[in-house]
């Protein structure tokens, strides 16, 4: 498995953001970029874009049914993972130097599971999560987060929605930040005004800089 990656910032930088992306990501990056310099108080850092092959399956910790259209969700998150580490993050980290894995909606969830993957990541940042996807938060019980800092986010009209699974997401993610901050793990979660497609770049900016910021992702 490969993907294509695309690096904005400083590539030497000591803060590294990761994020994994589709088309509709790429075309705001450079704006989300920007947010991200101006919310994190002009920080230095590198932000590398994996562009995701096939959303569904690369992003899916596991097999699912489809919750929209006739597109399953697939079990491809633990090879998306390999290719990261062997890839993108690198096992040795000179002092001081900090990696934050991010995403919006699908991504955010991969993200997250991430973390409980590897502790090869300082902070989560995961914008507007799919944590509505089945069993996740009772993973999120059984199971450790590595990294000591999470920032979520959801939208305040994310679960009115006719759909059943989705319409879980508050739901989950209340309950997910409560497993998080039970376990030791500074996580905070913040309400953003709109629906699950507002303002994507700008979420996932406050996600990134939220952690470059936060003291937890520091120690």
């Known amino acids: 498995m490969s993907f294509e990656i695309f690096t904005y910032g400083n590539p030497d930088a000591a803060t590294q953001l990761v994020q994994m992306v589709d088309d509709h990501d790429l075309n705001l990056i450079e704006q989300e970029v920007e947010f991200i310099r101006e919310l994190s108080g002009g920080q230095d850092f590198g932000l590398k874009a994996v562009k995701v092959n096939d959303w569904n399956k690369d992003l899916s910790p596991w097999q699912a049914p489809a919750v929209f259209g006739n597109e399953d969700f697939g079990e491809g998150a633990a090879e998306t993972l390999a290719f990261l580490l062997d890839n993108v993050v690198p096992a040795g980290k000179a ?10 909606s699908l991504a955010g969830l991969f993200a997250l599971w ?31 987060m590595r990294p000591r800092a999470v920032y979520l986010s959801l939208g305040d009209r994310e679960e009115r929605t006719r759909n059943p699974v989705m319409s879980q997401v508050g739901n989950a993610i209340r309950q997910g930040c409560d497993v998080l901050q039970a376990a030791g ?8 005004k709109g629906n699950h497609f507002k303002d994507a770049d700008l979420r996932t900016a406050k996600a990134f800089a939220w952690l470059m910021k936060n003291n937890s992702a520091h120690n």
């Open 95 to 104: 002092p001081g130097a900090k990696t934050f894995l991010g995403g919006y």
């Open 114 to 144: 991430a973390g409980y993957r590897t502790d090869r990541f300082d902070g989560i940042a995961a914008a507007s999560p799919s944590i509505w996807f089945p069993g996740f938060v009772d993973y999120m019980r059984g199971n450790e």
């Open 185 to 192: 793990v500074e996580c905070v979660l913040e309400w953003n």
